[in-house]
């Protein structure tokens, strides 16, 4: 062993853990210090009052008035290429693997409890209200009216549920989402329609708040019509005491709504570029969601725009030199408008990065934990790293500040709170608009800035009044220090990034020895292989922003030989051959995008609901990851060159071992509905 293998042996074996440089080695402090002096969390948070007015459901009217007050403060603070994007929302346009899906329009919809006294009906309280509260009607409801008395049905999803009870032409009380009783309860039974107490997404605090009205859910290409009204676990409770009791509740319920074509219109803005203009460094986050929609996603929003602001400001006022790189702006529906603006993309080549910010806002009552995700193995880059460094430098200053220490970056709103950030690193977090900019159609490097959990996501109570307006100035200025830099990079920067690599390749092989210590040794040799081939991926993403030189390369070789030898494993006999499966698939190029997006699933809609659910690998539940993250890996992962076998290999590194049979399996499928083909070669 040479003396320089040895030392960086004891290194990962001894302190990888703790390897720590500083973002000044990469930005500027001059820079770092005007842009945490320009980001206001007290203005992030004005908009974001604005914003959570709406009902933000996708190409309707209370989303276009959000759409109109963002494009409004663009044009304020000067930004360039001010505009509207629009798409048909007409339930049958196709932008790759999403539908279009048509504009909701609700009129008015109401759920009384009533009392019939001498032949007429009397109100007697109002359950649902959807100009009061629109979170009481689930989306996609539309037009219907019954007068008829309320059966509990559980669940619903299964037929003891039913036994012994006649629903035809009553409302049932249900603890599903509408969307998954609406077939069997309404369409087969003959259900007038759904009263759901849905509970919230699974967190330690689910089902501890009983006032909750949780965001519904119909099909927006329904096989059976219907509506469905959402109410909280408490009033259920307390209709189902008295259900149980003997007592027949009677309910009028009232829609007036329908399925329209409409228009999709996403506001997007840039701060332009110079000498490389036409690349361009992305912002997103999501615009639609229900009201309030505080932290989802009305906090993402404000704090793009924030940035916008902020850098443009910088930018006008000669602060900061104008960029090279163009840094553009997009407020789309969530996932589907992703979809939409990457399928009509002049040339996706042209964005070299993604920023995205989805739920940045949650103060300590929301119970949030804020993540900076990096993104999946299947696309590899630097990018990850430098988010995380900057992450780390903002948990250190804030934690500093919080600790009555003195630092140049408290990074703290005058109206917001003190607590430190303490966010978490991650890599592939799946959710949001960043899986369509990652997906395998795309491969768009980027971040993906989060909160998870929050207690009050799709609720009533995702108020304006849970934000912090100290976590969205800290979240807006991690984006935009990663813009600046992402923007500006340029061959001068590539030492400094080829140093944090190495930092935290030698992280990233403490990490793999323990990882790996648990498995066979056919997968600690696969795994071992795929570490070394990302660290290699993440060096070679570098040429997308600037050169390596040949000593570079030749430098950063000779530390991955040197990594190799001290994370390598015993060699085993035949294991390359031993029931492998050589297939190599490629791409449909003329169909891009996800298997499932928003409000539709090209894989159900082709494959068929039943097979899809049928498929192993999508309810796979590894030592990391989750069958939704497999599937989505291993369609990410199908690039002419791996075989299944080394798709399977790269999933056991990220995600854990999985059975070959079922990415077989899973991979087969994409390929019977033309997702994929098997490669000539």
């Known amino acids: 062993m040479s ?21 000044r080695e990469l930005v500027d402090e001059s820079e770092l210090a005007q842009i945490a002096a320009e980001i206001s969390g007290e203005a992030a948070k004005r908009n974001l009052d604005t914003i959570t007015l709406q ?29 509207a994007l629009e798409y048909p929302a007409d339930g049958e346009t196709m932008f790759g693997t999403q539908r279009s899906r048509p504009e909701w329009r609700v009129r008015s919809a109401d759920l009384w409890e009533i009392d019939i006294i001498d032949g007429r009906a009397l109100r007697q309280r109002r359950l649902g209200h959807w100009d009061s509260v629109p979170l009481s009607l689930a989306q996609d409801s539309l037009s219907g009216e019954a007068i008829t008395t309320l059966v509990d049905i559980g669940a619903g999803t299964n ?29 087969e039974l003959g259900a007038a329609g759904i009263v759901s107490y849905a509970p919230n997404q699974r967190s330690a605090w689910w089902k501890e708040d009983e006032r909750l009205v949780r965001w519904g859910h119909l099909s927006s290409f329904p096989d059976t019509r219907s509506f469905g009204f959402m109410i909280s676990l408490g009033e259920a409770r307390r209709l189902q005491q008295r259900l ?32 490389r203009a036409g690349e361009e460094i992305h912002f997103t986050c999501h615009l639609d969601h229900p009201r309030p929609g505080a932290n989802d996603n009305a906090s993402g929003c404000v704090a793009i725009l924030e940035v916008a602001r902020a850098l443009n400001a910088l930018v006008r006022n000669d602060i900061l030199p104008r960029p090279s790189r163009t840094i553009r702006f997009l407020w789309p529906a969530e996932i589907e408008g992703s979809i939409m603006y990457l399928v009509r993309h002049e040339d996706v080549s042209r964005i070299k990065a993604n920023i995205h910010m989805d739920m940045v806002g949650g103060a300590p009552v929301t119970k949030a934990v804020f993540r900076i995700s990096g993104g999946p193995f ?66 768009i490097p980027g971040l993906y800035l989060h909160d998870w959990p929050d207690r009050y996501i799709h609720t009533n109570y995702d108020l304006a009044a849970n934000i912090d307006p100290t976590k969205l100035e800290r979240a807006a200025f991690i984006g935009a220090v990663a813009a600046w830099f992402l923007a500006n990079m340029d061959d001068d920067d590539v030492p400094a990034v080829l140093a944090l690599l190495e930092r935290n390749a030698l992280k990233r092989s403490a990490e793999l020895l323990e990882r790996r210590a648990g498995l066979d040794a056919a997968d600690q040799l696969a795994m071992t292989s795929v570490y070394l081939a990302l660290e290699e991926g993440k060096r070679d993403s570098i040429t997308g922003f600037a050169a390596l030189s040949r000593e570079q390369r030749a430098s950063h070789a000779e530390f991955l030989q040197d990594l190799a030898r001290i994370t390598a494993v015993p060699a085993i ?20 995008g996800p298997m499932s997006a928003f409000g539709y699933s ?32 291993a369609l990410n992962f199908v690039d002419g060159e791996r075989s299944v076998s080394d798709i399977r290999d790269w999933l056991t590194a990220e995600l854990g071992p999985v059975p070959l049979e079922f990415v077989e399996e899973y991979l087969e499928a994409l390929a019977s509905i033309g997702v994929i083909r098997t490669a000539t070669r």
């Open 159 to 187: 037929d003891s549920h039913y036994r012994g009870k006649d629903i035809a032409g009553k409302l049932v009380l249900t603890s599903s989402q509408p969307g998954a009783i609406v077939e069997r309860a309404v369409g």
């Open 573 to 592: 006999a035949n294991v390359a051959g031993t029931g492998r499966n050589n297939t190599v698939y490629v791409r449909n190029e003329s169909l891009q």
């Open 244 to 275: 149980d009791a003997g007592e027949e509740i009677l309910l009028h319920a009232r829609v007036d709504a329908s399925h329209e074509v409409g228009t999709y219109r996403f506001a997007t803005a840039a701060v332009r570029g110079t000498d």
């Open 3 to 23: 003396v320089r293998t040895a030392a960086l042996c004891a290194v990962v074996l001894t302190s990888a853990t703790t390897v720590q440089a500083d973002l």
């Open 602 to 633: 090209y894989l159900q809609d082709r494959y068929g609901v039943e097979r899809t659910a049928g498929l192993r690998l999508r309810q796979y539940r590894g030592l990391w990851g989750s069958g939704g993250q497999y599937a989505y890996e």
């Open 378 to 443: 299947s696309v590899l880059s630097f990018i990850a790293d430098l988010g995380h460094e900057i992450g780390h430098f903002v948990n250190r200053e804030t934690e500093t500040y919080t600790s009555g220490g003195d630092t140049a970056f408290p990074l703290a709103a005058e109206e917001g709170g003190k607590e430190p950030l303490l966010a978490l690193m991650e890599g592939l977090d799946m959710g949001s608009d960043h899986d369509v900019f990652f997906e395998g159609s795309f491969r």
């Open 55 to 83: 009902h933000r459901m996708r190409a309707s009217q209370q989303f276009d008035n959000a759409t109109a007050h963002i494009l409004a403060r663009l044009s304020d603070y000067g930004l360039d290429d001010v505009r």
